[in-house]
């Protein structure tokens, strides 16, 4: 990978990296989860960045990427990690602490987003995260209206798991 390219990726990765956080938190439940998750999602971006056409935001090929790898990961019955040695790359980005206290505000709502499926977290995730129908479905690879269809009945299921 070219000088340029690992300066793109580096920018571009710091600029995003609270995405990844974010999915981080949704997927796993304990610091050396995250950290793990974060470490495999970074590798995962870092091996299909050369491929990236810019056909869409670096926020919404990001967002594909993470989730596909969180989901993946997570699917799988054994939760270890298969991960590449990172710190020997020249650009190696550090994982800034994350701050778990400034989320316990949102333990219930994470509590009860740990109850949804896999397709409802990442859906629920992005409309959260104040992205339209369009980048949902496009990143989702679902339709404007199922996409529309799905939230709406997963604010239903989330209004259940909150007031019973």
């Not at 999915?23 to 999602?41: P, V």
């Not at 990961?73 to 298969?82: E, F, G, H, Q, W």
């Amino acid at each position: 990978m070219s000088d340029d390219l690992q300066q793109s990726f580096v920018l571009q990765l710091k600029t995003n990296q609270n995405i990844i956080h974010k999915i981080c938190r949704l997927y796993t439940n304990g610091e050396d989860a995250h950290k793990d998750l974060f470490q495999e999602i970074t590798i995962q971006l870092w091996k299909a960045f050369p491929k990236f056409r810019g056909d869409s935001k670096f926020s919404t090929w990001a967002y594909r990427v993470a989730l596909n790898t969180a989901i993946t990961l997570y699917r799988k019955s054994t939760r270890s990690v298969k991960t590449v040695d990172y710190e020997t790359q020249q650009y190696f980005i550090s994982n800034e602490d994350y701050n778990y206290e400034e989320e316990e505000r949102l333990k219930l709502m994470y509590k009860a987003v740990y109850q949804l499926n896999d397709i409802e977290k990442a859906l629920i995730f992005m409309y959260l995260e104040d992205k339209d129908y369009q980048e949902i479905s496009e990143t989702l690879g679902i339709s404007e209206v199922n996409a529309r269809v799905k939230m709406n009945r997963i604010k239903g299921k989330l209004k259940k798991i909150l007031n019973p």
